[in-house]
């Protein structure tokens, strides 16, 4: 019945952009945190930006300030990562997570690749 599911992931070059939306449905009370986490292959996984719907504020990895914007519909049920001026390093796949309360819920990844 809960699902996160991610979208948008895809083939870019460098200095592209590209949009990645996640969805979360199933839930009978609101988000208090979403998140987008990558992880490189042979690389441990790591937070590229988070946000809390309730006011808004969000984090972002220092590597992709200025360049990714994550953001929230009104209904706070989805969350987007527009990634702008992309790098060969933000090649990974791209999760997004749902914290309801204390439980964690995970969408099963996009691809994203940056490459000429």
């Known amino acids: 019945q809960v699902q996160v599911v991610e979208s948008g992931g895809g083939l870019v070059q460098p200095g592209g952009s590209l949009r990645l939306s996640c969805a979360a449905s199933?839930?009978?009370?609101?988000?208090?945190?979403m998140a987008w986490y990558r992880q490189a292959p042979g690389k441990e996984r790591e937070l590229v930006a988070g946000?809390?719907?309730?006011?808004?504020?969000?984090s972002y990895q220092d590597s992709v300030k200025g360049r990714f914007t994550i953001s929230r519909d009104n209904a706070k049920n989805t969350v987007v990562l527009q990634m702008n001026s992309l790098k060969p390093e933000d090649t990974a796949v791209y999760l997004c997570f749902v914290r309801v309360g204390s439980r964690g819920y995970w969408g099963q990844g996009t691809q994203v690749t940056v490459s000429s």
């Open positions: 946000i809390t719907p309730a006011d808004n504020n969000t």
């Open positions: 199933g839930f009978r009370v609101s988000i208090n945190y």
